[in-house]
């Protein structure tokens, strides 16, 4: 009986490349699953940051509208004190305090 290392040689090779093939199809499997994984973790994540996007403005105000506000405040506080100071003045004159 004659020994045939072609045939032998074939078998590993063979062998070696089934096995190859399926860990490359594991890996794959294993890849497309946490893609799959991570892709749905993203869509949740976008979800969430578009409801406190939308929910920002009901929840804070921008340092502009504040300082806005504030001025339009202070503005209408300046008016009030004038305005209560010539009462004062007025009402001063009419008690005789002042001319």
Same mark, same amino acid.
């Given at each position: 009986?004659?020994?045939?290392?072609?045939?032998v040689m074939i078998g590993i090779g063979s062998t070696m490349f089934g096995i190859i093939l399926h860990?490359?199809?594991?890996?794959?499997? $294993? #890849?497309?699953?946490?893609?799959?994984?991570?892709?749905?973790?993203?869509?949740?994540?976008? *979800?969430? @940051?578009?409801? =406190?996007?939308?929910?920002?403005?009901?929840?804070?105000?921008?340092?502009?509208?504040?300082?806005?506000?504030?001025? $339009? #405040?202070?503005?209408?506080?300046?008016?009030?004190?004038?305005?209560?100071?010539?009462?004062? *003045?007025? @009402?001063?004159? =009419?008690?005789?305090?002042?001319?």
């Amino acid at each position: 009986m004659e020994f045939n290392w072609t045939s032998v040689m074939i078998g590993i090779g063979s062998t070696m490349f089934g096995i190859i093939l399926h860990q490359s199809r594991e890996i794959r499997a $294993a #890849l497309n699953k946490e893609v799959k994984e991570n892709r749905d973790h993203l869509a949740e994540v976008h *979800k969430e @940051i578009e409801t =406190l996007r939308s929910g920002l403005p009901l929840q804070y105000v921008l340092r502009d509208d504040f300082l806005r506000s504030i001025s $339009a #405040l202070d503005t209408k506080i300046d008016r009030m004190s004038g305005e209560v100071s010539s009462i004062s *003045k007025n @009402i001063a004159k =009419l008690t005789g305090g002042e001319k």
